[in-house]
């Protein structure tokens, strides 16, 4: 099986004044179709740069990544956005979602930068909607919906154009345990129909759903593990 992600020596060094920040150092892995994987490691140590660069928000310094085996860093800036755009799907701790759009317009937007001529992007939205819960909210306005409501407004939003690969930062930061497991168990259900997901969490039992865990600490991965089964924590393997 070919792999989705596949990064080689990636290096990420930020320019700050003269400074420069040595954010990602050396990191090299790959993530499957259909795997669920949670990094963890303390603050700073690159979770979310590692997540940017991923998902084509930012580029590293060096090293290599491919994308199911298409060079990423040697495509043009249009390239990119339309890799963003199509395959995949974001999801941040503090929902982003446009204040001024009802939940419907905020999850047919990523629909509307589409060069493709979609049919019934109306529909489309609907349906992402309603698969994480929310027929009953479509036209809600953001403000109208509790947190972790407008958090499921965002994942719908994240997985409207069916993207390969769902990246989530911090997903569940902002919600108390009984909207965090909500959210959880519609992330599940997702990978459950063929959605590769890699999420960001400080959170413990949040990493404990993955099947996989990254450890990353001063932008190097210092554990890789495999769980047997969902609620296994069991470890076969660690780097
Ligand atoms: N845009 C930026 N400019 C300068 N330094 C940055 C920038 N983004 C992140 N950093 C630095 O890079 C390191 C990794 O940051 P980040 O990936 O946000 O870590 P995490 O998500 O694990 O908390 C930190 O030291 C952070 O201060
Ligand atoms: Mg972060």
Known sequence: ?????????????????????H????????IDPGEFVAVVGPSGSGKSTLLSIIGCLDRPS?????????????????????????????VFQNFNLLPRLTALENVGLPLFYRRDGLRNPIARARLALERVGLG?????????LS?????????????????????????????????????????????RGGLTVMLVTHDAEVAGRAQRTIRLRDGAIVGDSISLGTSSTSTIAEV
């Open 147 to 191: 947190g972790g409501e407008q958090q499921r407004v965002a994942v719908a939003r994240a997985i409207v154009n069916e993207p390969d690969l769902l990246l989530a930062d911090e997903p569940t930061g902002a919600l108390d345990t009984s909207t965090r497991d909500a959210i959880l168990s519609i992330l599940a259900e997702l990978r």
């Open 62 to 90: 060096s090293g290599g990544y491919f994308l199911h085996g298409q060079d990423v860093l040697a495509q043009s800036r249009r390239r990119l956005s339309e890799l963003r755009n199509r395959r995949f799907g974001f």
């Open 136 to 144: 009953s909210r479509m036209q809600h306005m953001p403000g109208q």
């Open 23 to 30: 954010a990602l150092s050396d990191i090299t892995m790959q």
């Open 1 to 21: 099986m070919r792999s989705l992600v596949v990064l080689e020596h990636i290096h990420k060094r930020h320019r700050l004044g003269s400074q420069s920040v």
